[in-house]
């Protein structure tokens, strides 16, 4: 099993900071997501990383794909309380049919 | 807009019970996944099915099974729940490009 680790698991900031997730795995992904999950509902994807060395960005969200596609950042700016939620990194499987490897998850409180 | 509905967001059954989870999902998806979901462990993935009447066991398939019989709808059972099947399970589904699309979860509690 290819597994990936997050963290830190837990992350408690204030409004208007800014703050960084990560996920790191020993082994290569072609493929790497991350969702966030509000309390009472599933994980909705957020972004998909492929190329090593990659950025995106979706507004105050970047993304980051490692050169040797072993490892994700998530960086969050100027934080809100609508950004508080469980982030989810996930890799997509070498053993095909689009399986995904979760990490754990990092919860996110962000407060006013 | 697209969605995948679980039958039940919350359900309390007891021990030896036969328990039935549903899944449906609108997308006309081949690919349809359940995870159960546990503090400090992330998603784990129980069983898979990437077409009608086939299954491939995930990584944590015993005490569960799985039903596939049409395309939109996959069903998880626990043959004789236990309480250590306690848990948040998720169903999702995919098309092509490895995005998954969750259900909004049902919380089971075995007494």
């Known amino acids: 099993t290819q597994l990936l680790e997050q963290s830190p698991q837990f992350l408690s900031i204030q409004e208007g900071e800014n703050l960084t997730v990560y996920c790191n795995s020993s082994s290569v992904f072609s493929s790497l997501q991350w969702y966030r999950q509000e309390p009472g509902e599933g994980p909705v994807l957020l972004v998909t990383?492929?190329?090593?060395?990659e950025v995106k960005k979706l507004k105050r969200l970047t993304f980051q794909f490692g050169d040797a596609r072993k490892d994700s950042s998530l960086h969050i700016t100027a934080a809100q309380p609508g950004d508080t939620g469980l982030y989810l990194c996930?890799?997509?499987?070498?053993?095909?049919?689009?399986?995904?490897?979760f990490g754990a998850g990092t919860q996110v409180v962000v407060t006013p | 807009d697209v969605k995948v509905t679980q039958s039940s967001r919350y359900l309390v059954k007891r021990t030896g019970e036969k328990v039935f989870l549903e899944c449906v999902q609108d997308?006309?998806?081949?690919?349809m996944f359940w995870y159960r979901q546990d503090p400090g462990l992330g998603l784990r993935l129980i069983y898979f099915s990437y077409d009608v009447k086939m299954k491939e066991k995930g990584d944590i398939p015993e005490g569960y099974s799985v039903s596939r019989e049409k395309k939109e709808r996959f069903s998880l059972i626990l043959e004789s729940a236990s309480t250590n099947q306690t848990s948040m399970y998720l169903c999702a589904s995919s098309g092509g490009n490895n995005e998954q699309f969750f259900g909004p979860g049902t919380r089971l509690t075995v007494l």
């Open positions: 990383v492929v190329t090593g060395g």
């Open positions: 996930a890799g997509v499987r070498t053993d095909s049919w689009g399986k995904l490897q």
């Open positions: 997308m006309d998806h081949e690919n």
